[in-house]
């Protein structure tokens, strides 16, 4: 991928962007609900001042599996910690973090990896690579083993689509260092979800050059794992 080309795919990226800002239309889940959850993942009073790309909303699959979870009293009050109105009392969300790990949670993993403050992204990101390394542990029926590959595949779409509408690199110091961080989770988090390695591999260098393997060309090879 030449200079001109890479340049371009992150424009291209950049202008996609707005759509993230756009919920899926979910007739299954109540728009009540969308907009709690948007609400809650949002940060209306932007307190880093636009220094990160906004978050990329979940998508209606994920979205259900979420209201499902929050049946549950207490997932529902770790989920509402990740609220701005919470961050000056604990910004970390420990208690929700803490309930992901204890739990395996997928759904509050993929709600904190929708969060607007991309330390949560990033933390939702690596307990859902944790959730997917447990896998080989789980005994389960095959209805079970069919609910387990509805939630991979909804969070592989959900990941590709992040990719589509989130630029690979913004400009700055510390939030750059942290956003290419959350970009280099993102693949990560897919090829171990699809068990096809297209970018990082096991390479744990800062991500400077996707010259040996267009970064469209790996979402391509992610979309066909979904067979779709």
């Given at each position: 991928?030449?200079?001109?080309?890479?340049?371009?795919?992150?424009?291209?990226?950049?202008?996609?962007?707005?759509?993230?800002?756009?919920?899926?239309?979910?007739?299954?889940?109540?728009?009540?609900?969308?907009?709690?959850?948007?609400r809650?993942?949002?940060?209306?009073?932007?307190?880093?001042?636009?220094?990160?790309?906004?978050?990329?909303?979940?998508?209606?699959?994920?979205?259900?599996?979420?209201?499902?979870?929050?049946?549950?009293?207490s997932?529902?009050?770790?989920?509402?910690?990740?609220?701005?109105?919470?961050?000056?009392?604990?910004?970390?969300?420990?208690?929700?973090?803490?309930?992901?790990?204890?739990?395996?949670?997928?759904?509050?993993?993929?709600?904190?990896?929708?969060?607007?403050?991309?330390?949560?992204?990033?933390?939702?990101?690596?307990?859902?690579?944790?959730?997917?390394?447990?896998?080989?542990?789980?005994?389960?029926?095959?209805?079970?083993?069919?609910?387990?590959?509805?939630q991979?595949?909804?969070?592989?779409?959900?990941?590709?689509?992040?990719?589509?509408?989130?630029?690979?690199?913004?400009?700055?110091?510390?939030?750059?260092?942290?956003?290419?961080?959350?970009?280099?989770?993102?693949?990560?988090?897919?090829?171990l979800?699809?068990?096809?390695?297209?970018?990082?591999?096991?390479?744990?260098?800062?991500?400077?050059?996707?010259?040996?393997?267009?970064?469209?060309?790996?979402?391509a090879?992610?979309?066909?794992?979904?067979?779709?």
């Amino acid at each position: 991928m030449n200079v001109m080309h890479y340049l371009f795919l992150i424009l291209l990226l950049a202008c996609t962007s707005e759509e993230s800002l756009q919920q899926d239309t979910c007739a299954e889940v109540p728009a009540a609900f969308s907009s709690y959850v948007n609400r809650t993942l949002a940060d209306s009073t932007d307190l880093f001042q636009g220094a990160y790309p906004p978050a990329t909303p979940l998508s209606c699959e994920l979205l259900g599996t979420l209201q499902e979870e929050l049946k549950d009293d207490s997932a529902r009050y770790c989920f509402e910690r990740l609220s701005r109105r919470f961050w000056m009392e604990d910004p970390h969300a420990r208690v929700t973090h803490a309930y992901i790990r204890r739990h395996m949670s997928f759904a509050l993993s993929m709600a904190a990896a929708a969060h607007w403050n991309e330390d949560h992204r990033i933390r939702g990101l690596l307990e859902l690579q944790e959730y997917r390394g447990m896998r080989p542990l789980v005994c389960t029926t095959k209805e079970g083993n069919a609910v387990l590959e509805k939630q991979d595949r909804a969070a592989v779409r959900y990941l590709i689509r992040v990719l589509e509408t989130t630029p690979l690199v913004i400009n700055g110091s510390e939030n750059a260092t942290i956003h290419d961080s959350y970009m280099r989770e993102v693949m990560r988090t897919l090829d171990l979800f699809t068990g096809r390695p297209r970018v990082l591999g096991d390479d744990r260098r800062m991500r400077t050059d996707l010259a040996h393997d267009p970064l469209e060309i790996a979402i391509a090879e992610w979309r066909s794992w979904l067979g779709e």
